[in-house]
């Protein structure tokens, strides 16, 4: 049984699942014996090795050795040896059990990120999640983790792992590079997205599926961004409430129209869009300073994307959502990234790029979303609707 591994440089791996019994130089210690290194027991608060560790043994035990597996997949990309490593509970999610690695490298400490998960949707989320922080940081540098790789968890069906730069956001680290916010993000809508892998031109979408919370999206090619946000974005998250909530006519009817009507009339108006790398998932609570990898200083950072390859605008209507992004942020990105033209109806596409939010949000939640959905809808039909 194999799995895809992609590791840093974006090179697909097809590697058999890591089982120690399949290798022919297992590591030194067997971390399912009580007997477990100093260094492998979880700390405390303040650093001190904790005496009596069933909930790390037990990690160990449910996860496979995950540590000696991530090892030895990623070592080429990271140096991470199990010998001088130690793993312990960081940090929270709704999705996922996340973890610090703390190793050395040529005398330094180096520390990484780390997420479990299981069932389909944690690989799926995994596997977007990685391709879209790495869209990112290549895109532009200090800016979001690096994704060093994920995959399957070894002897544990159903469960799989992600493994990132450490990002620490509460770094007081002097230097960096000292790109505001608006800076970053305008260099990230201003360059034009990879031309996909089997096409001859920039589309829009994404090589992998993602996920905006818990809702996976469909990013399948599109030619045109207009047929890509109704048909990707707008009539799947129809499909996905009606799934999650149970037929509901009027509440379709509204999301068709906006789909048919209000896009070809806002967006196609809109000349000579080219996709750009979209973060997906942008809001006062996926943005932060911080410092990535241990290396230079506090930056301006983002984290949790759910990248698709689209029109920049499209970044602005989470933002939007929910605020949190201060007037001078503003002022600053729309100089460096104005708005599109016909400008007098920026605020309406930004409100259409706003909606696939509060729909998604209906998906995954239920309750007040759906009024204030259907109040933009409404809005949006009365004066775009044909």
Not at 130 to 143: E, G, K, M, R
Not at 295 to 314: N, T
């Amino acid at each position: 049984m194999t799995h895809h591994l992609l590791v840093h440089k974006h090179k697909p791996l097809y590697l058999p699942q890591l089982s120690l019994s399949s290798l022919s130089n297992p590591p030194a210690f067997d971390v399912t014996s009580s007997h477990v290194p100093l260094a492998y027991k979880p700390l405390s608060r303040h650093g001190r090795h904790i005496s009596g560790f069933p909930t790390l043994i037990d990690f160990y035990r449910k996860q496979d050795v995950f540590l000696t597996a991530f090892s030895l997949f990623v070592m080429p990309y990271t140096k991470v040896d199990p010998a001088c490593s130690s793993i312990a509970s960081h940090g929270g999610s709704g999705f996922a059990s996340t973890f610090k690695i703390s190793t050395t490298v040529d005398g330094k400490p180096v520390n990484y990120f780390a997420k479990t998960g299981a069932g389909k949707e944690a690989e799926i989320m995994f596997r977007g999640e990685h391709a879209s922080l790495n869209a990112i940081a290549d895109t532009v540098p200090n800016f979001c983790p690096h994704s060093h790789a994920h995959g399957a968890l070894a002897n544990r069906e159903g469960h799989f792992f992600l493994v990132t730069d450490f990002l620490d956001l509460g770094s007081s680290a002097p230097g960096g590079t000292g790109k505001t916010l608006a800076a970053k993000l305008a260099q990230l809508h201003t360059t034009p997205a990879p031309i996909p892998e089997g096409h001859d031109k920039p589309m829009f979408g994404f090589p992998v599926p993602t996920c905006c919370g818990s809702t996976e999206q469909d990013n399948s090619w599109k030619e045109s961004w207009a047929d890509f946000y109704a048909e990707n974005r707008l009539r799947h998250i129809k499909r996905e409430a009606v799934r999650n909530h149970g037929s509901d006519p009027e509440f379709e009817r509204l999301i068709e129209r906006v789909a048919s009507e209000v896009v070809p009339r806002l967006i196609n108006k809109v000349k000579d869009i080219k996709p750009v790398v979209i973060h997906g998932d942008l809001w006062s609570g996926n943005h932060s300073r911080g410092q990535i990898a241990g290396k230079g200083g506090c930056e301006e950072v983002v984290y949790d994307p759910s990248v698709v390859y689209g029109h920049s605008e499209y970044e602005l209507g989470m933002m939007n959502m929910f605020g949190g992004f201060t007037d001078h942020f503003w002022r600053e990105y729309e100089r460096l990234v104005p708005p599109a033209e016909p400008a007098d109806e920026w605020e309406y596409r930004l409100r259409l790029y706003e909606l696939y939010h509060h729909l998604n949000h209906y998906a995954m939640f239920g309750g007040g979303y759906r009024d204030g959905a259907t109040s933009m809808m409404k809005g949006l039909i009365h004066r775009f609707g044909e």
